[in-house]
């Protein structure tokens, strides 16, 4: 055992020197962020968990308000922050073929779920991924998950009401994921357990064992993995050994059963359950399922319950907004006897704007990775090559917050997403999803489960901030990869007579 340690700190130790090549923007003539530590490069305080990732990227655009571009290393890595709005037009859309993966290297044995998921697959591989679960989001398919999605909401409602007496304070992180674990259980699975009424269910084997936090030799493993000695060492993996065989386990309990019963469903394995049928090559298999239901589930359970915390967090501290935004679900109701369609969620405007301006302010950046070598135009200046490997970060997070596109930015106000208001802004300032080809293709399911939810709550409940959470609240730096207030958050709850 020591032995191996003591082998891969010295491979480790070779491997940086030899890929330090720490003039190499100097060379180019790109300004390059300060902060640049040994051996870590510029990522050091969140590779020890000190900052968030978008703290990192924020500083780093800070730094050189009037540059295009931005240098900075990762371990050894060059990489390149563009902030210039046409230079980025250019990486994710025009030169996408030059820029098509995420850098994100997940060992295919070690993490069979995380390394299938459409986020870190690249080229071929990516295409297939993506056509084989673009079926499972059209609008049909959201047609056939959200009654049961609304179900759910509707569990979640008397759950509350059930534990409220007069104004109550909820922990909306607990009330999320509980919501979250039944949407997965009837939207993916069709099975429906009632977690709010009675604690575990099948689903919540699986959720139970999703931990999004990092620690420091997660981020380091994750960081080295372009060395292939800590690569054959320490293969990369997202979700541990034991979820993955929990959602293979539930998955293949549930297709079995499905096979056995015969019975129709309106769901993602139902779905799956067709492709298989015309599946001539045999990628079907129980594995190749459960990889496909994790890509939702992660989406689902993960980021999906962290936004639905922190936009009722965001709406029990602004009154008016939330006044405003239950008048408009109100009159949707009205109008159709209180069924909600897809089309109605989607189609309610103040709703979008509450989102748009709360995406704004929690997103995160886009990572890319440069996979051939790509001369690409600078405004007011020489073209620039980007050489292969070279790590690209897009930093919406901090386009986001940028007082040049968004006046005032830390200030919440929905108003910023009127017809008018948005076409006064260039393109490329609103990103929370990525954009061009890889632009993320979760996001219309996550988005309609996320309102579900907060249509439900409001038409239900006032809310009012608790003095048990600070705010505005700090993100939660172990979580690397996601957006995720530190510590639980509660907000008070008042039945709406
Ligand atoms: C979940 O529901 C199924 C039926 O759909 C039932 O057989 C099972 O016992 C339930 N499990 C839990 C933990 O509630
Ligand atoms: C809200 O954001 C989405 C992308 O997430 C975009 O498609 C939509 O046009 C935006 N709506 C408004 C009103 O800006």
Not at 48 to 70: G, Q, R, S, T
Not at 200 to 208: G, K
Not at 312 to 318: D, I, K, M, Y
Request: some cysteine.
């Amino acid at each position: 055992m020591w032995l191996y340690i003591v082998l891969g700190l010295i491979a480790l130790a070779l491997y940086v020197f030899k890929s330090c090549k720490y003039d190499y923007w100097e060379k180019k003539g790109i300004p390059i962020a300060s902060g640049n530590e040994w051996f870590f490069g510029h990522f050091r305080p969140l590779i020890l968990v000190k900052k968030h990732m978008n703290e990192v990227i924020d500083d780093i655009y800070k730094e050189f308000p009037n540059a295009p571009m931005v240098g900075y290393y990762v371990m050894g890595v060059p990489g390149l922050m563009v902030k210039d709005l046409d230079m980025i037009k250019t990486i994710l859309v025009s030169e996408f073929s030059s820029f098509n993966s995420n850098g994100f290297e997940i060992d295919k044995n070690a993490d069979r779920l995380a390394s299938a998921h459409p986020f870190v697959l690249k080229g071929d591989e990516w295409k297939s991924a993506r056509a084989q679960v673009t079926p499972s989001l059209s609008l049909v398919k959201l047609k056939g998950y959200l009654p049961s999605v609304l179900k759910v909401g509707d569990e979640m409602v008397k759950y509350v009401k059930n534990n409220c007496i007069g104004a109550t304070e909820v922990d909306v992180q607990d009330l999320a994921r509980m919501y979250g674990t039944d949407v997965i259980g009837s939207a993916i699975y069709g099975i429906e357990n009632n977690t709010f009424e009675n604690g575990d269910s099948l689903v919540s084997y699986i959720t139970r064992e999703i931990r999004f936090e990092r620690d420091v030799s997660d981020n380091i493993l994750l960081f080295f993995q372009r060395c292939p000695v800590i690569r054959s060492f320490y293969p990369a993996r997202f979700s541990s050994k034991k979820l993955q065989d929990v959602v293979v386990t539930v998955t293949r309990k549930v297709i079995q059963e499905r096979i056995a019963s015969g019975e129709k469903r309106n769901d993602l394995i139902q779905l799956l359950l067709i492709q298989k049928e015309s599946d001539t090559q045999g990628v079907f298999t129980d594995e190749y399922m459960s990889a496909q239901v994790f890509t939702i589930i992660g989406d689902l359970y993960d980021s999906a319950s962290n936004f639905i915390t922190i936009i009722l967090a965001v709406l029990s501290r602004h009154p008016v907004i939330q006044e405003k935004l239950r008048s408009e679900i109100k009159e949707v109701k009205s109008r159709n006897n209180g069924i909600f369609s897809v089309e109605d969620i989607e189609g309610a405007k103040y709703l979008e704007m509450v989102f748009n301006e709360t995406f704004r302010l929690f997103s995160f950046f886009i990572p890319r990775q440069c996979n051939n070598d790509c001369t690409i135009p600078v405004p007011g200046s020489k073209p620039i090559t980007i050489t292969k490997g070279t790590q690209i970060a897009i930093p919406a997070c901090s386009i986001h917050k940028d007082p040049k596109y968004y006046p005032d930015p830390e200030k919440f106000d929905p108003e910023r997403f009127t017809e008018e208001e948005v076409a006064k802004r260039p393109k490329f300032t609103y990103m929370p999803f990525g954009e061009g080809p890889k632009k993320c293709i979760g996001n219309r399911i996550v988005t309609l489960h996320i309102k579900a939810a907060i249509i439900k709550i409001l038409d239900n409940f006032k809310l009012t901030p608790s003095s048990k959470t600070k705010y505005p609240f700090e993100i939660d730096p172990r979580h690397t990869f996601t957006i995720r207030p530190k510590g639980d958050v509660w907000v008070t709850f008042e039945p709406i007579q």
